[in-house]
Antibody, heavy 121, light 113 residues
Framework: QVQLTESGPGLVHPSETLSLTCTVS????????VYWVRQPSGKGLEWMGR???????SYNSALKSRLSISRDTSKNQVFLKMNSLQTDDTGTYYC???????????????WGQGVMVTVSS | DIVMTQTPSSQAVSAGEKVTMSCKSS????????????LAWYQQKPGQSPKLLIS???TRESGVPDRFIGSGSGTDFTLTISSVQAEDLAVYYC?????????FGAGTKLELK
């Protein structure tokens, strides 16, 4: 069955870099795109970026200067790195699979449980 | 970026009631080549990840009860719950995936009256 699991540090200090991993199973990263979405506590959803099935990436322009998404297909993992973290980057970070095979212009159908990240000194 | 505006921000409902909520986009989400609207609806319950309910504006995902009905085209979309159940109390988000970046509305929270 399809599963996505986010992992990473729960606490990051201001100005430091966040590194998160999304480990997937039940599907191939060379067939499905994966998105990163975050949610500040008690607030709405923000699409951060995507790793396309072909290895291309796209980013939210608001985060582009700080954000990098990469993958290791042999380990079934997608990575998120974001630098210069501030307190308003606190929230839950999700990875989600694009619903359609060989497509990026689709919603996310399977979501991870999310990882809570707190930015604090 | 495409701006998604959801109304109302919250709504108090009773079990069995019919509920409608709106989502408007700042530009058309209808792709002329395939006549599809690139609009999704999600349900998020407290402490849970979002759950995809409807894609392409009106296509229910497998296992989603038929009381959830998506409609609309272009820039105006509606999610209707024909007879609200207690388990439907949640926040509902619309998302456009027509253009990068995908963008979400701020959500409509269904609460118990």
């Amino acid at each position: 069955q399809v599963q996505l699991t986010e992992s990473g540090p729960g606490l990051v200090h201001p100005s430091e870099t966040l590194s998160l991993t999304c480990t997937v199973s039940g599907f191939s990263l060379t067939g499905y795109s994966v998105y990163w979405v975050r949610q500040p506590s008690g607030k709405g959803l923000e699409w951060m970026g995507r790793m396309r099935y072909n290895g291309d990436t796209s980013y939210n322009s608001a985060l582009k200067s700080r954000l990098s998404i990469s993958r290791d297909t042999s380990k079934n993992q997608v990575f998120l790195k974001m630098n210069s973290l501030q307190t308003d980057d606190t929230g839950t970070y999700y990875c989600t699979r694009a619903a359609n095979y060989y497509s990026s212009y689709t919603p996310g159908d399977y979501w991870g449980q999310g990882v809570m990240v707190t930015v604090s000194s | 970026d495409i701006v998604m505006t959801q109304t109302p921000s919250s709504q108090a409902v009773s079990a069995g009631e019919k509920v409608t909520m709106s989502c408007k986009s700042s530009q058309s989400l209808l792709y002329s080549e395939n006549k599809k609207n690139y609009l999704a609806w999600y349900q998020q319950k407290p402490g849970q990840s979002p759950k995809l309910l409807i894609s392409w504006a009106s296509t229910r995902e497998s296992g989603v009860p038929d009381r959830f009905i998506g409609s609309g085209s272009g820039t105006d979309f509606t999610l209707t719950i024909s007879s609200v159940q207690a388990e439907d109390l949640a926040v509902y988000y619309c998302e456009q995936y027509y253009d990068t970046p995908n963008t979400f509305g701020a959500g409509t929270k269904l609460e118990l009256k």
